[in-house]
């Protein structure tokens, strides 16, 4: 997954001499060995800011050491949050049907809407936002979760705040970085100048304090959150959308482990009364379906939604999917209408129930220890609890000990350190010789 | 494909007040109805500044005009360059192949790398790349050329200076515009300040004047081209090429309609040598193999391509994909993958010949009314000119005297003014049967 380091670089010396301070060159051994062409182009002063690895390459390349280290490992990957159960028939069965008719005069559909097609917006509308009054104009369907958090920052543009939890999927952040929202990032605290992160841990009930937030324009929120798990209460949300509405700003709500949920917390911000005026939810069918490389999700933003100056910020959004997108994969989109028929439904939700049952397990393992441990209720991700230890030196244990590929919690922010998260998705039987093997080696 | 104009619209009378000038809301009949909620997120002053449609939204809500006014009129679509013809049995086959692999344990696939699947990287490079030294891995997989063009611009930001073909497919302009490159749109000239327009017609064998043409970080240029179907020839790739290194440019080549080329005209630019210091090429399996719904591109960042100081831009760019994207649909690169296969390419030259058979028959009736007629040899599109009438008229007349949709050639900038574009994609009998109305009722 992550692009080789070793590149041919060639630089022009006075490269270096220009930018002793900033410049990519200066710092590095190739500087000065072959003369090549560089243009004249400057590097975006704002992908320069982003840290250097991206989290989970960065796992990857651990892991591919650890694998050089020890050829015979028998490792165990509960890293990357990846889906690994087959999809049920009657989704894939709907989505030959679609790809067999390409080959037909009558089944062959070119480009569709860029918004997605209608009936799988119906399907979205009435199906998930059942009596919240999300209309089926107000879904936008795309290529999933990700894609679409960076097509928002394109919408919002480089000059709103913007506050994150803390930890938080590191999307967010970085989407904001490139966008040129923050500024330098201070290596002290970890954090980057002009973010707001709201700390969320267990002494606040994994809730930021409101109270000494400061506003923002855009706060990113995730529930059931990824990494820690934690699914926010209706009350809690209750007092997010009084805050955004008290300070005007919009939320951006991520809810892709929705379907994980297991009690009475809300699947949607839009099961909060006002929340169509405060409020942008993203979502996707990846770790619902099961659709991690099928790739489909979806983006709500409500008619209610308004900029400062009266313009409905769902306009824009449709101009920013009209202009940089061109929709998902019909073929994905065929499998998304099964997704939510009756069947389809009901058989997603056993899937769901196997995750489920395997945090349940991943739970005990760690729990055994004596561990802190939350998450895994109502998301399929683990949040360990290892007071007063790095989590990048806990990665590297359980790696080293029992061959389990974990996250390091600092790659969701420094609110993640002294934590691990640990997926739920797997076969069960390698679950199972996961829980055998933290209570084994890890105690 | 139109998002609806008709909003429930409610704004705050004080943004009126406040915002006279630049605020939506003034000019806007709802001002005053009925109080609603506004955050106080300011609009994103770059999306202000796009003119209001969209081309092909335009174009729709145009043609659904003509239909409510014409309800029985019997409309050919010429408009869009949608493919109509069903995919080969061989590329479907392997989609199916891979969807029902889904449904079992052993077939079953979650995120693949961002950059797309090795094996198709490895295809895309020897089979469309050959004898041109790109690597596998300078090829990034894409979910389309439209959808690169954005991540591009997030790439490159706001701070660098931009030229552009006149006429050119709207993407380009547009999505400089949304990340801050432009300045106002200037009514008069149709121009937006900031962007350098080279202008192509045939005044100049469509390829622009580069020794009046001033220097731009960026330089998007698209052969063969979209609208013009001109397919610039070596000699004038390679002054393209010797333009950019001179200035310290960096190309966007889109080479989208490379598989139309019938002649000896480069079907990349890394035919030129040099090119690889100096460009990146985005393309799209849509046209080359009726991927239009079913969404598969990739773009070509050659590891020789260096910022001003020495920083590999493919670094970069990776960092973009692995961040804004996820990698395109498992199923469309299993159909990638298939296109590429001796037997896969070889269906896929009859349908595109079967295409270039409709160019000829739309050439032939546009020549027939003693119009000068361009494209349709190496490109699927024909540009027709009616010298000294507006091409939103001509546009008009065509649709309402024939019942055809084409495009406007305005729609793609101030340079396509007196020109339509016309698409030769369609069934047979449909082509004809446009030929037969242009004939007799444009006379």
Redesign the interface.
Known sequence: ?Y??QH??????PH??L??PK????SS?SN?GKRL????????????EK?RSG?L??EISKRESEHMQKNPHASLLRLG?G????????I??LA??EH??G????L?????????GNMALRKAIAEKLYQDMGIKA?EIFVS??A??D???LQ???????TVAVQDPSF??YI??SV???RAGELEEETGKYENIIYMNCGPENNFFPDLSTTPRT??IFFCSPNNPTGHAASRQQLKQLVAF??A????IIYDSAYAAYITDESPKSIFEIP?AK??AIEISSFSKFA?F????LGWSVVP??????????V???F???V???????????QAGGLACLSTDGYQALRNVIDYYMENANIIVDAFSSLGSNVYGGTNAPYIWAHFPGLSSWNVFSEILEKTNIVTVPGRGFGPGGEQYIRVSS?G?RERIIEASRRIKKFLR
């Open positions: 997954m692009y080789s590149l041919s670089c060639i630089c022009m490269a270096v220009l930018q900033r410049s990519w060159s590095h500087a090549g062409h560089c243009t004249q182009v400057p590097r975006n002063v704002n992908l982003l991206y989970f390459p990357i990846d889906t690994t159960e087959p999809i049920p028939d989704i894939t989505m030959v790809v067999r390409l080959s037909t005069i089944g062959y559909r070119g480009y569709g809407a860029e918004q104009d290529d999933g990700q894609c958090i960076s097509r394109m919408l919002l543009g480089p000059n709103v590191p999307a970085d989407s490139i966008v040129g324009d855009i955004a509405k300070n005007g700003s919009i006002g005026e405060v099961g991690t490389g099928v790739r008619k209610e939604l308004l900029y400062s100056n009266g313009f409905p769902i306009k824009d449709n101009r920013i009209c202009t940089c997108f061109n929709g998902a994969s019909n073929i994905a998705f076969q």
